[in-house]
């Protein structure tokens, strides 16, 4: 059976993401994680941005997203901490950063009230 | 050598030629076909096979197997011999490896997952070319999904340069919007339901004139012309799962990918029947 036993999905509000990166990098398994959250193109009915990512997660991952960041590996060492934890502060909470466990997860975010930002082609 | 010429002699008859031997009486014989052949010669491209687990890694660096199902793949080997392998730094954007017991594949999750290629795309704006692949879509088709492509653009302007095996609202084409491309309107491809799919072209330059095909389940489909004009071929990164890194959120492509082979040369029909015979058996595909 796979370490991984999870999936999530997050949605972060356009303001948080570098909040948001940086705790994905602590959070994540490479350096690469700071670009975990790219581009803003979901959004909710009151038109306010989004970015989104999902997923696979093992254990240890829904027990530290509860509360407290976990100790940097060797691979965040250059991750602000305190952002990371500003954004995991607002886990969950109104306004802040939102996370689903689930399978589907085109299904978590429409649970969040997400959509894609319509897509214009100029 | 001597076990060439029996394998090669069932080409040489008409009624293979034609596929019927080939793909019922001949069963064992299209079984021990391989897309190497097809690279024989040092040709560019790349062969992607999520069933061989020794091609796939956890990590981008491809220091952690992938063992069982559920693990991220975060490095896919090109089977090819050209060193095209595809990768991903970022762990939430990884997909994962996943089996039934019998059939093996990658699943992407229409969100951000996709892999990229280490060197740039294997084609040449002018030269012959075809992609296969193996998929069964997950959910309902969106707007710009993508198998693999190659572009410059990143969807939102009418500009750029591209290249690419998408199933964009249901209809297989190969192109992002922009520069133009060949589609098959009708029929829709439906959710749920494996797939072989595939592009050719004796000149990617002129493809959407003349010269291009699409095939469906080993059946050149009707396809018609769309888009603007095509411009020119940028040397960028290959994607498997979407077709530019910060593309369109629809272009992510959600659902089991089982294969992708993609070669800068033309290939015969006997080829052809080959391949898709074989990706039809990684895919869970009757043809």
């Not at chain 2, 040449?124 to 997950?138: E, H, M, Q, R």
């Not at chain 2, 489909?221 to 990164?237: C, E």
């Not at chain 2, 979407?242 to 593309?247: I, L, M």
Request: hydrophobic share 40%.
């Amino acid at each position: 059976m796979s370490q991984y036993t999870h999936r999530v999905t997050i949605a972060v509000p356009f303001a948080m993401l570098a909040q948001a990166n940086n705790l994905a990098c602590i959070m994540g398994e490479s350096a690469a994680d700071i670009d975990t959250f790219r581009q803003a193109n979901w959004q909710d009915t009151g038109g306010n941005l989004f970015a989104v990512a999902s997923t696979v997660v093992k254990p240890v991952f829904l027990g530290a997203a509860s509360g407290v960041l976990p100790a940097s590996s060797p691979h965040a060492v250059d991750a602000d901490r305190a952002l990371a934890q500003q954004a995991l502060d607002t886990l969950n909470l109104p306004g802040g950063m939102q996370m689903v466990v689930g399978d589907d997860p085109l299904e978590a975010l429409a649970s969040l009230g997400l959509t894609q930002v319509p897509e214009v082609i100029e | 050598m001597p076990f060439m010429s029996v394998y090669q002699r069932p080409f040489t008859s008409p009624a293979v030629r034609g596929g019927v031997l080939g793909r019922s009486g001949l069963g064992a014989f299209w079984s021990r076909w391989l897309p190497s052949s097809l690279f024989a010669a040092g040709e560019q491209g790349a062969w992607y096979d999520p069933s061989d687990l020794s091609s796939l890694f956890q990590d981008s660096a491809g220091t952690i197997p992938v063992t069982t199902a559920g693990d991220p793949v975060g490095r896919m080997l090109d089977k090819s011999g050209r060193g095209n392998h595809a990768t991903q730094t970022v762990s939430a954007s990884r997909p994962t490896y996943q089996t039934d017991g019998t059939l093996r594949w990658l699943a992407f999750d229409g969100v951000d997952d996709h892999l990229v290629t280490t060197q740039n795309n294997p084609f040449v704006y002018t030269d012959p070319l075809f992609i296969f692949a193996g998929f069964n879509k997950t959910g309902a088709f969106k707007a710009f999904e993508t198998l693999y492509g190659s572009a410059t653009n990143t969807g939102a302007t009418n500009t750029g340069q591209s290249i690419a095996l998408q199933v964009a609202a249901g209809k297989l084409s190969t192109d992002v919007w922009a520069p133009g491309g060949i589609r098959v309107d009708t029929p829709l491809l439906v959710a749920g339901t494996p797939y072989v799919v595939g592009v050719t072209a004796t000149n990617w330059s002129t493809h959407k004139n003349a010269g291009g095909a699409l095939r469906t389940n080993g059946a050149q489909g009707t396809s018609v012309a769309y888009g603007g004009a095509q411009t020119g071929l940028t040397a960028v990164p290959a994607y498997l799962g979407v077709f530019h890194p910060t593309a369109l959120a629809s272009s992510f492509y959600t659902g089991a990918m089982f294969g992708v082979i993609a070669a800068r040369r033309s290939i015969s029909a006997p080829e052809t029947l080959s391949l898709e015979s074989y990706l039809a058996k990684k895919s869970g595909v009757t043809l």
